[in-house]
């Protein structure tokens, strides 16, 4: 008499042809798992779009990085070189012609930068038109408190000797000049993507 165990255990093991139906047709119509995430636990694939994305988007935020530095640093060279005295208009703080005609300069060079960078980086028209919303978004944003500042604040004199962050702060922009900003950004990040793609042909 045969051990009912060893009995049990040939049964398990003998090929069941509905199992075997069952098996194949999971094996059909489930996704296979190709790439785990270890965070979340579950998987999802990464395809070449979701990858493009990301790179048009990480080359338009690092465009407009280079916008601000070469904003700050063309500033910062051209307040230590024309001085309060050049800068603004005697005894306010309003900027003088020379200043905003230097500022309308750097606004064009600082978006060519950008946009040239951030062409290099994407390689496609979607990176500098990702970084012209960027540019348009945050020059309004900037421009907002320049048109809500309360007008009937009193304006302290201006010394004749102002360190560069106290001009910054106290500064008066016009109002045109801070529409303009944006404009300017968006002109420079489409003549830099021309200048790269010139470049590369």
Same mark, same amino acid.
């Given at each position: 008499m045969r051990n009912r165990w060893a009995t049990r255990r040939e049964n398990q093991l003998r090929p069941n042809p509905g199992r075997l139906r069952t098996g194949v047709l999971l094996h059909t119509f489930l996704p296979r798992r190709t790439e785990l995430n270890p965070i979340r636990m579950c998987w999802f694939p990464e395809t070449e779009e979701d990858t493009t994305m990301g790179k048009m988007i990480g080359s338009a935020?690092? $465009?407009?990085?280079v916008?601000?530095?070469?904003?700050?640093?063309? #500033?910062?060279?051209?307040?230590? &070189?024309? $001085? *309060?005295?050049? &800068? #603004?208009?005697?005894?306010?703080w309003d900027p003088s012609g020379v200043w905003i005609l230097l500022s309308i300069a750097i606004g064009v060079v600082a978006g060519i930068a950008g946009g040239y960078v951030c062409k290099a980086i994407a390689k496609d028209a979607m990176g500098p038109?990702?970084?012209i919303g960027i540019v348009i978004v945050l020059g309004l944003l900037f421009a907002i408190p320049v048109f809500t500042s309360s007008p009937d604040v009193v304006a302290t004199a201006r010394p004749e000797t102002?360190?560069?962050?106290?001009a910054m702060s106290n500064a008066k922009?016009? %109002?045109?000049?801070?529409?303009?900003?944006?404009?300017? %950004?968006?002109? $420079?990040?489409?003549? %830099? *993507?021309k200048m790269y793609k010139k470049n590369q042909a």
């Open positions: 935020i690092v $465009g407009y990085i916008m601000f530095v070469v904003v700050f640093l063309l #500033f910062s060279a051209a307040y230590l &070189a024309l $001085g *309060a005295s050049g &800068a #603004f208009q005697p005894g306010t038109k990702i970084l102002v360190p560069m962050f106290d922009q016009p %109002g045109w000049v801070a529409l303009l900003n944006p404009i300017l %950004g968006v002109v $420079g990040v489409l003549l %830099g *993507a």
